[in-house]
């Protein structure tokens, strides 16, 4: 049975919404040796300043304060040390 011009738009129109929405979900991976901006934002979700990369002088993991890893830690996940990797909280 041929498949009439009306279910070949239908099905087009749908690939085509797909391939839309992957494009648009694709993040791209930063290129490797060039910093980026930064994007601060409040509580509400508002954006309060916007930094760029330039003038931003890469620092070696070597040279940056032990201490940075448990702040990061401090902030980002508070019961890192507690849960196995996906906090159930």
């Known amino acids: 049975m041929p498949i009439g011009p009306a279910i070949v738009r239908r099905n087009a129109k749908i690939i085509l919404v797909i391939l839309v929405l992957l494009i648009l979900t694709i993040r791209v991976a930063p290129i490797p040796g060039r910093s ?6 409040d509580r ?5 300043t916007v930094t760029t990369s330039a003038g931003k002088i890469p620092v070696p993991i070597g040279q940056m304060s032990k201490y940075l890893p448990e702040a990061v ?7 890192f040390y507690v849960h196995f990797g996906i906090d159930p909280v």
Not at 36 to 41: A, E, P, T
């Open 73 to 79: 830690v401090a902030i980002e996940d508070q019961r």
């Open 36 to 41: 980026q901006g930064s994007i601060f934002y």
């Open 44 to 48: 509400n979700g508002r954006i309060l």
